[in-house]
């Protein structure tokens, strides 16, 4: 099977997502068509981790974040030739779009160029973060005319699926997941340091301000550091402030393991999530996890079992300090979160089903064809 995958942010968790589904469905040909944003991750330095043998990357020159219709109109023209070509080298059985912004131009694209199978995965919806109701409502506004251009919405948590219920959209999920093939590590400690880490870029969805809040608030603890794994814009980046914070910038993925593995809670601040990938990896590497509720985040612990949530600054204090004093508990809760990551976010099990997506839209699109001609048939 062919399969086209459009992605605007090709960086952090959605090409992680894309990446995933590459490894995952190893026996089909993938076809990445990408934008870059480079003050987060060039997109040569991503593709490096991608499989060498079953994928091939287009670059979409005018994908761009921010909203311009302008621009906008070039990057969906753009677009457009781009699945004409591979139409006409027959290199499309099912286009699968990621992000908001590749959602509404790949869908309009593939309209165009008369395409049905699209598959749309939000990774984590644009109006479910922002602070301007006006600016939220007119994201929802943009996601319902993408729906009007057709494809399945297949979101990647059931509180992302529920948002999307929510506006009148009807949707699916399919859960996020991570490689349980890789060995689990747990690094012994070799001091009292009591280690508390994030991951992932430093933007204003992962609310550094409220990390930095907590941070400051425990700096007299001289046992308790943070480490923010990851990089960002001096905008985003200069919010961390705080003395007992460490910024480590971007680093190879065995490294990061290697500081995930050795911390002792991860947390995650984050306005809202599709479903963190980094927040499961943590799972994976069995430790407790400490998250803000909201979307995304509200998927992934069974309170006080494996972690717990907050809604602001001083819960979340609470509750690294009760971890703080009662370590011996710590351990007990990341098995639990490595079990909870084995029974629902095996990625192997779940993104196979992606497959089986893809290939029911092929079905009834057959099926459909079918049904055309019989019905010109019995009318000749």
Same mark, same amino acid.
């Given at each position: ?29 993938? +076809? ?49 030739? +781009? ?25 309009a694209a593939c309209k165009?160029?008369? /395409? ?17 109701? +006006? ?60 280690? /508390? ?13 409220? @990390? ?50 050795g911390a002792d809670v ?56 009760? @971890? ?29 089903? @992606? ?26």
């Amino acid at each position: 099977m062919n399969i086209v995958h459009v992605v605007e942010p090709f960086a952090a968790g959605i090409a992680t997502f894309v990446k995933s589904l590459t490894e995952t469905l190893s026996n089909d040909r993938h +076809i990445v068509i990408h934008g870059e944003r480079k003050p987060v991750m060039s997109a040569d330095e991503v593709k490096k981790s991608f499989p060498k043998n079953n994928v091939r990357f287009i670059k979409w020159h005018y994908a761009q974040r921010s909203i311009n219709p302008f621009k906008d109109i070039f990057a969906a023209n753009e677009l457009y030739r +781009i699945v004409r070509t591979l139409q006409k080298e027959d290199a499309i059985d099912a286009v699968h779009l990621h992000s908001s912004k590749s959602g509404i131009l790949g869908r309009a694209a593939c309209k165009m160029a008369g /395409i049905s199978n699209i598959v749309y995965t939000p990774n984590g919806a644009s109006f479910l973060g922002g602070k301007n109701k +006006i600016i939220n409502f007119i994201y929802k506004q943009i996601e319902k005319i993408g729906n009007h251009f057709g494809g399945q919405v297949i979101c990647c948590s059931e509180s992302e699926y529920k948002e999307y219920k929510r506006i009148g959209i009807e949707a699916y999920y399919v859960n996020n997941g991570v490689n349980l093939t890789m060995p689990s590590i747990q690094n012994e400690k070799k001091d009292a340091r009591f280690r /508390i880490v994030t991951t992932g870029r430093i933007v204003e969805q992962k609310n550094p301000s409220l @990390y930095n809040s907590i941070a400051a608030y425990l700096d007299h603890y001289q046992n308790i550091e943070f480490t923010w794994v990851g990089d960002g814009e001096a905008a985003d980046k200069n919010q961390l402030t705080a003395r007992n914070i460490k910024v480590t910038g971007w680093l190879p993925a065995d490294e990061v393991r290697d500081i995930v593995a050795g911390a002792d809670v991860y947390i995650s601040t984050s306005h809202y999530e599709g479903l963190s990938f980094s927040v499961l990896e943590a799972l994976e590497l069995q430790k407790p996890v400490l998250l803000t509720r909201c979307i995304g985040n509200q998927d992934v612990i069974k309170c006080g079992i494996n972690g717990d949530y907050f809604n602001n600054e001083t819960e979340a204090v609470t509750k690294i300090l009760q @971890y703080f004093n009662n370590r011996s508990m710590l351990k007990v809760m990341g098995g639990f979160s490595r079990e909870l990551c084995s029974e629902q976010f095996d990625q192997k099990r779940n993104f196979s089903t @992606y497959r089986n997506i893809y290939a029911k839209n092929i079905q009834k699109m057959m099926f459909d064809k079918m049904q055309g001609v019989n019905v010109k048939i019995e009318n000749v």
